[in-house]
């Protein structure tokens, strides 16, 4: 890898570009990411208060949360990002098209014959789940800002404080951020990056703490949560020396219950 400068403030944060370099086919790491879900989300009683937490213009992660969600909160730091999730609420023609998404997740969930109304009827329900829109901060004490606090049945976090901090120390701040958005018996429904240095994005490089499965079994277990699922799988290219390496080895999926 050339040497690059890290982009601490995701000040050129690009939407599509993300999308595009992660999102614009499904193999094995988007499979295995929609398996996870599929499978939390069975572990997640039925009208639940869901918070998608850092979503940057995504919504793969919340295929399998709507059937069992009262309504789905959608934040991001960035505008831009907030953007893109709503062009796709409101099925604007410029919206990112989850439809394969749709379809892998009904098939992980066991639906045979997936016909297109089968997709949209899912997409559909998502749409109407989705009602509120906010920008979050996970360096703030509270952050959505105090009125959120003790406020979600569900918060799901996918490759955020993992992927917005190099440092461990302040990774375990993030961590009990974000946990205040949570109320007591609530679950949180993280992936994070495995045994990361970076992560990039189009020409752009980002930073990443380097963890394992044993430093978020500590680290939320020092919060108080009490692990229900944790699982790992390999990263699509692991050679650091590899062209297309994104910078980092894996993927741990993880449950755990505010106690
Ligand atoms: C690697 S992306 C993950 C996006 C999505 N969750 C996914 O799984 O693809 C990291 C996200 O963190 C967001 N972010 C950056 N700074 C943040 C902050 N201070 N608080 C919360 N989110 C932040 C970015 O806007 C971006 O959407």
Redesign the pocket.
């Known amino acids: 890898m050339k040497k690059q400068k890290i982009d601490l403030r995701?000040k050129n944060?690009k939407p599509k570009d993300?999308l595009n370099e992660?999102y614009s086919r499904i193999g094995s790491e988007n499979f295995n990411l929609l398996k996870f879900f599929a499978e939390a989300y069975k572990l997640v009683p039925k009208n639940s208060l869901v918070l998608e937490?850092?979503?940057?213009?995504?919504l793969f992660?919340l295929i399998s949360a709507a059937p069992v969600a009262k309504e789905i909160h959608f934040s991001?730091?960035?505008d831009i990002?907030l953007n893109e999730a709503k062009l796709w609420k409101n099925k604007s023609p410029k919206a990112f098209d989850w439809s394969s998404f749709v379809r892998t997740t009904l098939k992980i969930e066991g639906l045979n014959k997936i016909n297109a109304k089968d997709i949209e009827t899912r997409e559909n329900l998502l749409r109407k789940r989705l009602t509120k829109f906010l920008h979050?901060?996970?360096?703030k004490k509270f952050?959505l800002g105090k009125k959120y606090s003790d406020f979600y049945d569900v918060v799901s976090v996918?490759?955020?404080l993992d992927?917005?901090t190099a440092g461990k120390k302040i990774w375990e701040i993030l961590l009990q951020n974000l946990s205040t958005l949570l109320k007591k018996k609530g679950m949180l429904v993280m992936?994070a990056l495995k045994d990361a240095a970076y992560?990039r994005s189009g020409e752009r490089i980002?930073p990443a703490v380097n963890l394992n499965e044993k430093d978020i079994k500590i680290a939320l277990s020092k919060l108080g949560f009490k692990i229900v699922y944790i699982s790992s799988i390999p990263a699509e290219v692991i050679d650091e020396k590899a062209e297309n390496y994104e910078g980092y080895k894996g993927f741990i999926f993880v449950c755990a219950k505010k106690t």
């Open positions: 995701f944060f993300y992660y937490f850092g979503g940057g213009p995504t992660s991001d730091y960035l990002n979050c901060d996970a360096f952050p996918n490759g955020v992927s917005i992936y992560w980002f």
